[in-house]
């Protein structure tokens, strides 16, 4: 049987989603052994590729980059998962919504600092007005809550879909 | 000129690219270290009451959650003007040290063994702890193992393993169970066992890297790491000390409300990361670097009998301060094996079961800094509250931030050396990345200030022209 194509991508988040995918521990072995990871930030590859079967996301859309980068995700999966709460509902990084951009900026790197205080500009990326749940940019066929979700709901997860499986979450997962 | 981007630097916490400039000569004219992504946190958290600071900030970083649960409790224990019993202080102590230990297991096995087992110019598509399972299953298990070993201890004390809810403002919320501690200490032992065993592993390969040593960010810079009064590193409770190159103290015994006689931070023009510099030397001349190498270099001893023989071997191989980046790696390695040192005698002092953990008290003071080193170097998280508790400023110093500086020469230097000519290889560009893997940065962490909103909106009339620009 051909090897399932995973990915995993971290967008505005905080990787605790990723680490609880680690804490599976040892299962995380088994998961080598049926899938190839062929993007992620566990692995080396520059560019999203083609033809992946599953994509698990991380974080909210909250920069032109994560927008961009995931409309691309999308066009190359088949299975897009918002993992997490970030992901799911916005969470963390949607707590910037309410506040106007400029004051925020001249808060950190002008107020903030006292040298050479300039807000960043060059080759970064620029933010998009809101922080946003994945969903609501791009379809995503599969939520699964948590800050972060347990490593046993993501194992079950990965486990059902690599079966080929519609995974259940009810009782499963729940927010926070 | 010509521009290489390396985008995303893999393997790494957090978003960055790196731009690398190459003159008509193919010769590296200039680097860029850009990090890419920012929150928000010292802007949104204005408003909110002191005691969800803990909880909130947590989520800058699902690595190091406890490292910011600690500083953020720290922070709030001054606002309360309280310490926290005995035994809760203790046990903030144990939670610390497991997680030094998953966090420096994750940044060597999961994400820089493989540069160093499979080889920095092996193929692209396996250089991962994937394939790492596959080419060296012992290691990897090992990782895994040491990892878990450390998150076990997170669980059996907090409860959860990402962002628990135990570490609180004065103390900790439950004490610790009989049991959970015995089963601690039965695990010990093997934990130790892999420690020492990829440590031995590590010196016997380090012959193998001499041309990375030398050239992996090895220029002398400051250093400073938070110490006990013996001298010794203290990651909970230690006092900030400033080192030169040369192990000559510069400003020591620094309280963490007293930080910003010492640093400063600028802006950067092309990085959501601000740079902290040591004030007295001024910017960009201040730069200092934090961490596993930084404590190691300014540590007279480590305090645990293991760690401290390989301290002693540490300092004979550098030949004094270990200067080059590389050695963060041989540094993270002997943490780990002190940490898992300090587990043991934290887990066999009997005050460590007792069932007063916490102190209550309301805002007593306006103000409260909180100073630990997190795995990646030192944290600072500093607020300000009115007399109802509510937070209306806040100042974070996180541990890569402070390495900014250091780890942008590192990529210039790195890309000098190894990058030359047209046929520019894929593995000369992993050993730029390589190198900021070597610091471990957690950027996340570093960017949880907020950047630029920059959303233009362009108002165009019928026939094409501008009629105004908004943003």
């Given at each position: 049987?051909?090897?399932?194509?995973?990915?995993?991508?971290?967008?505005?988040?905080?990787?605790?989603?990723?680490?609880?995918?680690?804490?599976?521990?040892?299962?995380?072995?088994?998961?080598?052994?049926?899938?190839?990871?062929?993007?992620?930030?566990?692995?080396?590859?520059?560019?999203?590729?083609?033809?992946?079967?599953?994509?698990?996301?991380?974080?909210?859309?909250?920069?032109?980059?994560?927008?961009?980068?995931?409309?691309?995700?999308?066009?190359?999966?088949?299975?897009?998962?918002?993992?997490?709460?970030?992901?799911?509902?916005?969470?963390?990084?949607?707590?910037?919504?309410?506040?106007?951009?400029?004051?925020?900026?001249?808060?950190?790197?002008?107020?903030?600092?006292?040298?050479?205080?300039?807000?960043?500009?060059?080759?970064?990326?620029?933010?998009?007005?809101?922080?946003?749940?994945?969903?609501?940019?791009?379809?995503?066929?599969?939520?699964?809550p948590g800050c972060p979700p347990s490593a046993k709901a993501i194992s079950y997860v990965l486990g059902e879909l690599l079966d080929g499986r519609v995974p259940d979450l009810t009782a499963k997962v729940k927010f926070g | 000129m010509r521009k290489i981007t390396i985008d995303p630097v893999t393997?790494?916490?957090?978003?960055?690219?790196?731009?690398?400039?190459?003159?008509?000569?193919?010769?590296?004219?200039?680097?860029?270290?850009?990090?890419?992504?920012?929150?928000?946190?010292?802007?949104?958290?204005?408003?909110?009451?002191?005691?969800?600071?803990?909880?909130?900030?947590?989520?800058?970083?699902?690595?190091?959650?406890?490292?910011?649960?600690?500083?953020?409790?720290?922070?709030?224990?001054?606002?309360?003007?309280?310490?926290?019993?005995?035994?809760?202080?203790?046990?903030?102590?144990?939670?610390?040290?497991?997680?030094?230990?998953?966090?420096?297991?994750?940044?060597?096995?999961?994400?820089?063994?493989?540069?160093?087992?499979?080889?920095?110019?092996?193929?692209?598509?396996?250089?991962?702890?994937?394939?790492?399972?596959?080419?060296?299953?012992?290691?990897?298990?090992?990782?895994?193992?040491?990892?878990?070993?450390?998150?076990?201890?997170?669980?059996?004390?907090?409860?959860?393993?990402?962002?628990?809810?135990?570490?609180?403002?004065?103390?900790?919320?439950?004490?610790?169970?009989?049991?959970?501690?015995?089963?601690?200490?039965?695990?010990?032992?093997?934990?130790?066992?892999?420690?020492?065993?990829?440590?031995?592993?590590?010196?016997?390969?380090?012959?193998?890297?001499?041309?990375?040593?030398?050239?992996?960010?090895?220029?002398?810079?400051?250093?400073?790491?938070?110490?006990?009064?013996?001298?010794?590193?203290?990651?909970?409770?230690?006092?900030?000390?400033?080192?030169?190159?040369?192990?000559?103290?510069?400003?020591?015994?620094?309280?963490?409300?007293?930080?910003?006689?010492?640093?400063?931070?600028?802006?950067?023009?092309?990085?959501?990361?601000?740079?902290?510099?040591?004030?007295?030397?001024?910017?960009?001349?201040?730069?200092?670097?934090?961490?596993?190498?930084?404590?190691?270099?300014?540590?007279?001893?480590?305090?645990?009998?293991?760690?401290?023989?390989?301290?002693?071997?540490?300092?004979?191989?550098?030949?004094?301060?270990?200067?080059?980046?590389?050695?963060?790696?041989?540094?993270?390695?002997?943490?780990?094996?002190?940490?898992?040192?300090?587990?043991?005698?934290?887990?066999?002092?009997?005050?460590?079961?007792?069932?007063?953990?916490?102190?209550?008290?309301?805002?007593?003071?306006?103000?409260?800094?909180?100073?630990?080193?997190?795995?990646?170097?030192?944290?600072?998280?500093?607020?300000?509250?009115?007399?109802?508790?509510?937070?209306?400023?806040?100042?974070?110093?996180?541990?890569?931030?402070?390495?900014?500086?250091?780890?942008?020469?590192?990529?210039?230097?790195?890309?000098?050396?190894?990058?030359?000519?047209?046929?520019?290889?894929?593995?000369?560009?992993?050993?730029?990345?390589?190198?900021?893997?070597?610091?471990?940065?957690?950027?996340?962490?570093?960017?949880?200030?907020?950047?630029?909103?920059?959303?233009?909106?362009?108002?165009?009339?019928?026939?094409?022209?501008?009629?105004?620009?908004?943003?």
């Amino acid at each position: 049987m051909r090897k399932a194509r995973l990915a995993t991508v971290w967008l505005d988040g905080c990787s605790g989603c990723h680490m609880s995918l680690l804490d599976m521990d040892e299962l995380i072995l088994n998961v080598a052994k049926r899938a190839d990871v062929v993007y992620g930030p566990l692995v080396d590859a520059q560019e999203f590729p083609k033809a992946v079967d599953v994509t698990v996301v991380e974080g909210a859309v909250s920069s032109q980059e994560d927008l961009e980068k995931i409309r691309t995700i999308r066009q190359r999966t088949k299975l897009l998962v918002s993992l997490g709460d970030c992901a799911v509902t916005g969470n963390v990084p949607a707590m910037r919504n309410s506040h106007p951009a400029r004051k925020m900026l001249e808060r950190i790197y002008i107020e903030g600092a006292q040298e050479s205080r300039v807000v960043p500009t060059d080759g970064v990326p620029a933010l998009l007005r809101h922080a946003v749940p994945v969903h609501e940019v791009v379809k995503v066929d599969l939520h699964v809550p948590g800050c972060p979700p347990s490593a046993k709901a993501i194992s079950y997860v990965l486990g059902e879909l690599l079966d080929g499986r519609v995974p259940d979450l009810t009782a499963k997962v729940k927010f926070g | 000129m010509r521009k290489i981007t390396i985008d995303p630097v893999t393997r790494i916490e957090g978003h960055a690219k790196i731009d690398i400039y190459l003159d008509d000569q193919g010769h590296v004219a200039d680097t860029r270290f850009h990090v890419t992504q920012v929150r928000g946190f010292e802007k949104f958290c204005e408003g909110r009451p002191f005691y969800e600071m803990p909880s909130i900030t947590a989520r800058i970083c699902g690595i190091c959650p406890v490292s910011h649960l600690l500083a953020s409790a720290k922070a709030c224990d001054a606002i309360m003007g309280v310490a926290p019993p005995p035994a809760g202080i203790k046990l903030r102590e144990l939670i610390h040290c497991a997680q030094f230990v998953q966090s420096h297991a994750l940044s060597f096995f999961h994400l820089s063994a493989p540069d160093l087992l499979l080889g920095f110019d092996s193929d692209p598509a396996r250089r991962n702890i994937f394939g790492l399972i596959e080419d060296n299953p012992e290691m990897a298990k090992a990782g895994v193992a040491l990892r878990k070993f450390g998150q076990e201890i997170i669980e059996g004390l907090a409860k959860e393993r990402v962002h628990p809810s135990w570490i609180v403002p004065g103390g900790v919320n439950a004490p610790l169970a009989a049991d959970v501690r015995s089963r601690i200490l039965a695990g010990l032992p093997a934990a130790r066992a892999l420690a020492e065993r990829t440590l031995e592993f590590f010196k016997t390969v380090l012959d193998r890297f001499a041309e990375e040593i030398e050239n992996f960010g090895s220029a002398p810079t400051m250093y400073a790491g938070l110490v006990n009064e013996s001298g010794g590193p203290d990651w909970y409770d230690g006092l900030l000390k400033f080192q030169d190159a040369d192990g000559k103290t510069l400003a020591g015994g620094i309280r963490a409300r007293d930080y910003q006689r010492f640093i400063g931070e600028a802006s950067l023009r092309d990085s959501y990361m601000k740079a902290p510099y040591f004030k007295p030397a001024g910017y960009p001349a201040g730069v200092y670097r934090v961490g596993p190498l930084a404590r190691l270099n300014v540590a007279g001893a480590m305090g645990t009998p293991a760690a401290d023989r390989e301290l002693v071997e540490f300092h004979q191989r550098a030949g004094g301060p270990a200067h080059s980046s590389f050695h963060y790696h041989y540094a993270r390695l002997i943490e780990l094996l002190h940490g898992l040192e300090k587990i043991e005698v934290l887990l066999n002092d009997p005050a460590i079961l007792e069932t007063h953990v916490r102190s209550h008290a309301a805002v007593n003071c306006l103000e409260g800094a909180g100073m630990i080193e997190a795995p990646r170097g030192i944290l600072i998280h500093h607020y300000k509250v009115d007399e109802q508790g509510a937070i209306r400023w806040v100042n974070m110093i996180v541990a890569t931030g402070h390495n900014n500086l250091a780890i942008n020469r590192a990529v210039g230097q790195v890309a000098r050396h190894f990058i030359e000519g047209e046929n520019v290889k894929e593995g000369m560009l992993n050993r730029v990345s390589a190198v900021v893997r070597a610091y471990d940065p957690c950027l996340s962490c570093s960017t949880h200030a907020d950047g630029t909103l920059a959303m233009v909106v362009t108002l165009i009339a019928p026939d094409g022209t501008v009629v105004r620009r908004i943003g």
